[in-house]
């Protein structure tokens, strides 16, 4: 049986009267009900392009010029089943759409810019508003203040999708970035930076990891109206997802920049928006000042020592997991010494706390470790 499954209600009364759809090899319907029979409304379904339906859902075109007009003659009729969910369909013995089944010129809808988006590039699409000062009146942000966002904003999504991944076990190298994102544009009138997947997603336009990172993070500002609740829950991801979510929070703070947070992929049909007030975030980073347990991850190294600095209390460690060299200092809390370290013979587990910070200007990140707690012939 060919079925559609309904995406985007656009317009409703007393039951869905248009409405976009996919069919099972993912291919884009516009729905539009031409008649009511006894067994329930009658729709005309068309098959449609990304681009196309972008501009309809975007109001960019009315609903009278996609089906007059259609790029590909493939109209079905369609009913809805009796599980309501889906619907099945059938060809239908035209290839113009008939006049009486045309609707009236100047159907808009103020549909969802950013689905559409999602839809036309088949990928997580995120849009990042900024209301800096300077975009009050056109579409500018200075250069240093647009970098460093950039690299804040990576950041957070580099490590709530590896949060992600953890969830669904999918295994990431300690090192490896999840996924890679790009600026393709920004609105008009305002500051808003357009962000997609680098990498072509599946058939299905999806990219989980990336999906899931904005999902986190839309979920981490509706919080963060709530700075106890937001600090509740960076306790429970402590570390460098924690560290760099508190980063794009101290952000929006110090630059008085209100975010606008909004995301959809081509499998939601709708978009997803959050804001965070500088209000928040200022109520949100003075808290998280006084909480040092946020920002680190605990790490365990064991190997042999490669250098030891007794003076400036550094070393230098080839780490046999994996077979790296890491370095770091000794936490000064910690009373421990390099003094008696034995070079190259002993083996030692190193107990560290690992900080992560962002190289403002270039997004660079430099891994910080402190040693305080060593045990020796392990």
Known sequence: MNLLTPRLNLLFYDYPQVFTAKDKVDCYYVCMVVEELESGPLYLALQISNKRLRGLLSGALDLRAIYQFPEISLFRLAEFQEDGETLAFTGAAYDMCPVEYLPDEGLYFDGDEIAGEALEHNSPVSHIGLSVKEAEKNAQIGIAKLSEFLALY????????????????????????????????FSHGSFTVHVKSSYQCDLFGDNALLAAAYSKLNGFIELAESPESAVIELQKIKGHAANSIIKLVEFVDSQCCPLTHSWASPSTGRSEKRDLSVSSAKALAELCRQRNDLFDEEIVLEGSIVRANEEANTWKMTNLRDGKRYSGEVDPDSGLSMTGVIIGKEIYRFYCRERVEVVLGTGQEVTRLRVYKIEKNV
Do not use: S, W
């Open 154 to 185: 990576q950041n957070v999504l580099k490590h709530l999708a590896r949060i992600a991944a953890k969830e669904i076990k999918c295994k990431i190298n300690r090192k490896e970035t999840p996924f890679n994102v790009d600026v393709y544009g």
